[in-house]
């Protein structure tokens, strides 16, 4: 570590008490996350979150320096903690798997195989894949760097149906659920039994004395932990959802202790009752998507939630924080604030809510 990270030892024992507590059920109160980074103007907005945007010839210590003044001058206030992710997209299972890795300025995406047919995909686990090699090199070199002074989230792996997608490309795949259900059937088995290895790869590759275990989402967990995904699953009904999504979320679970599911927009309520059922799910994080309300605005659906026996992470202002908390109550909640404020006006918000 280069730089000084705003966080002491009694933090860290603050952070894993209250998780804990929170994981446990047993935190009256709800996890509120802010940070702040006043020290340098626009700090984060500065670092291009995407390391696809690099050649894969730059050194990666020069990109690690190029991240290190937004990581040392922010403040992580309540229940916040220093975390640095590998960032290659969304779903970069497919780059490993074989898809070509597009980055343009505001994301990354992949360009389906050239093949005529699902019959002609073939999914297999390759050590030597060159995006594959960069995420495990990325790991190591952060976990090397701030290893005992931040979370190393986990790259974003993807969910199985959003990689076939990225694989075939979505509009195919989307009439192949009809033309081709054996084929889909042996696909998305396989790209999770991949998944579960290269999950299991990474998680090897973090600190032994590591502060805990993180991902592209907010989530501290104290082992194995991820925000599970299937952006696809939008568009499909709820029988598909059964038949394709719930065993890979069922046996990415069994690969872990704190899974969570990132349930984004409304096309997503109608699978609300098979993700409720998944006794390994630890909790469900919401998003409206663009164009919709924000989470405060979705009271209803927040309760069936947690009434459902799952901790439910939600992206507030301020002002939405407080309407859930007064409409719900804050227990089983993640909040996380976003909202650009000083560390004074964090501190505050935090205090209040407590």
């Not at 997209?89 to 995406?109: P, Y």
């Not at 070199?141 to 490309?169: C, E, F, H, K, P």
């Not at 872990?256 to 409304?266: A, E, P, R, S």
């Not at 998944?278 to 309760?303: F, N, S, V």
Request: hydrophobic share 40%; charged share 25%; aromatic share 12%.
């Amino acid at each position: 570590m280069r730089g000084h990270m705003r966080f002491t030892e009694a933090d860290w024992q603050r952070i894993e008490r209250d998780w804990m507590a929170w994981w446990r059920g047993e935190l009256e109160r709800p996890l509120v996350v802010v940070e702040s980074c006043p020290g340098i103007p626009d700090a984060w907005s500065q670092v291009n979150p995407f390391l696809t945007q690099y050649s894969l010839t730059t050194p990666i210590e020069t990109i690690l320096d190029a991240i290190e003044p937004a990581l040392s001058n922010t403040y992580w206030l309540g229940d916040a903690f220093p975390k640095v992710w590998v960032n290659f997209g969304a779903g970069i299972v497919a780059g490993f798997l074989g898809s070509d890795v597009v980055h343009r300025t505001e994301t990354t995406w992949f360009a389906p195989l050239q093949v005529r047919s699902l019959a002609d995909i073939q999914i297999a686990f390759d050590p030597d894949n060159v995006w594959w090699q960069r995420v495990c090199a990325f790991t190591q070199a952060m976990s090397q760097r701030w290893g005992d002074s931040a979370v190393i989230g986990y790259t974003d792996l993807g969910g199985n149906l959003d990689i076939l997608a990225s694989l075939r490309g979505t509009q195919p795949l989307l009439m192949e659920l009809y033309d081709a259900p054996e084929e889909i059937d042996r696909l998305t088995g396989e790209i999770t039994a991949v998944w579960v290895r290269y999950y299991e790869s990474l998680h090897q590759l973090l600190p032994k004395s590591r502060r805990g275990v993180g991902c592209w989402g907010p989530c501290w967990s104290p082992e194995r932990g991820y925000m599970l995904q299937s952006d696809f699953a939008y568009m499909i009904s709820p029988k598909m959802f059964e038949r394709w999504v719930m065993p890979d979320l069922e046996a990415c679970c069994a690969a872990m202790d704190y899974g969570f599911y990132h349930m984004d927009g409304k096309g997503q309520i109608p699978h609300l009752e098979h993700l409720l059922s998944l006794d390994r799910l630890r909790g469900i994080q919401w998003q409206p998507g663009d164009g919709a309300p924000m989470a405060e605005g979705w009271l209803e659906l927040l309760k069936r939630i947690r009434d459902g026996g799952k901790l439910c992470q939600v992206y507030v202002t301020r002002e939405g924080a407080r309407a859930i908390q007064k409409e719900l109550g804050g227990k089983g909640f993640l909040f996380v604030i976003e909202e650009d404020l000083t560390p004074e006006e964090g501190q505050a918000f935090v205090n209040e809510l407590r």
